[in-house]
T-cell receptor, first 115, second 111 residues
C-alpha cells in the first residue's frame, strides 16, 4: 500500500516551453500533497503544499506564477513549470499524505532538463 | 526555525560492520521524526516514524531510536544493498504537516 506515482519520469524541453508533471496516489486518498525539488548532492527543498480543492501554499522564494499547482482530486496533483528556463532543470519529487496519517509517501521523481 | 543536522555526511562500511547514523534536531514541538532511504535518481522510500522520546522501531537490519534532541539509525551487519542516502526529517506540532529534511548521510557498504 501507500504507492505514489509520477509522470513523466524524464522530460527534456526547450527553453520557454511549459511542462506538466503529474503526481498520483494509487491506493489511498491524499488530502495533502507536497512538491519538492532536489539539486544534485542536496536534500529535498519543499516548494509548495497543496490541499485538495484549495489553493496551494508556496514556500518563500518559490514563484507561484511560474510553478502552477493544481490538486483537483484526492488522487491527483499536477505541477506545471511555465516558461521553463535552464535554471529550472532539477529533480522534482511529490509526496502524498493520507487523511489522518502523518507519514508522507514519495513518488519516484521527475527529472527535468531544460535546454 | 526548525533545523535538522545529520552526521556523518558520508560513511563507508565493510559488509557486516555495524554502525549508527545520527540526526540532531531543533523543533518547536515535535509531532514526528521520519527516516527515509533514497537511492540515486529515485524518490525517498519511507522507513520509520518515531513520535516520542524512548520510542524504537526495527525493520530487518535497521533500528531507529529517538531522544528529545536526536535520533539514531542503527545498521546491524549491513549488506551492499543497504548502500543509499538516509534522510531524516521532522514535522513540527502545529505545522501544516510539512517536513524539514536534513542533508542526509550517504552510506556505502563494501562487499
Amino acid at each position: 500500500g501507500a504507492v505514489v506515482s509520477q509522470h513523466p519520469s524524464w522530460v527534456i524541453c526547450k527553453s520557454g516551453t511549459s511542462v506538466k508533471i503529474e503526481c498520483r496516489s494509487l491506493d489511498f486518498q491524499a488530502t495533502t500533497m507536497f512538491w519538492y525539488r532536489q539539486f544534485p548532492k542536496q536534500s529535498l527543498m519543499l516548494m509548495a503544499t497543496s490541499n485538495e480543492g484549495s489553493k496551494a501554499t508556496y514556500e518563500q522564494g518559490v514563484e507561484k506564477d511560474k510553478f502552477l499547482i493544481n490538486h483537483a482530486s484526492l488522487t491527483l496533483s499536477t505541477l506545471t513549470v511555465t516558461s521553463a528556463h535552464p535554471e529550472d532543470s532539477s529533480f522534482y519529487i511529490c509526496s502524498a499524505r493520507d487523511r489522518g496519517q502523518e507519514t508522507q509517501y514519495f513518488g519516484p521523481g521527475t527529472r527535468l532538463l531544460v535546454l | 526555525e526548525d533545523q535538522v543536522t545529520q552526521s556523518p555526511e558520508a560513511l563507508r562500511l565493510q559488509e557486516g560492520e555495524s554502525s549508527s547514523l545520527n540526526c540532531s534536531y531543533t523543533v518547536s514541538g515535535l509531532r514526528g521524526l521520519f527516516w527515509y532511504r533514497q537511492d540515486p535518481g529515485k524518490g525517498p522510500e519511507f522507513l520509520f516514524t518515531l513520535y516520542s522520546a524512548g520510542e524504537e522501531k526495527e525493520k530487518e537490519r535497521l533500528k531507529a531510536t529517538l531522544t528529545k534532541k536526536e535520533s539514531f539509525l542503527h545498521i546491524t551487519a549491513p549488506k551492499p544493498e543497504d548502500s543509499a542516502t538516509y534522510l531524516c526529517a521532522v514535522q513540527a506540532a502545529g505545522s501544516a504537516r510539512q517536513l524539514t529534511f536534513g542533508s542526509g548521510t550517504q552510506l556505502t557498504v563494501l562487499p
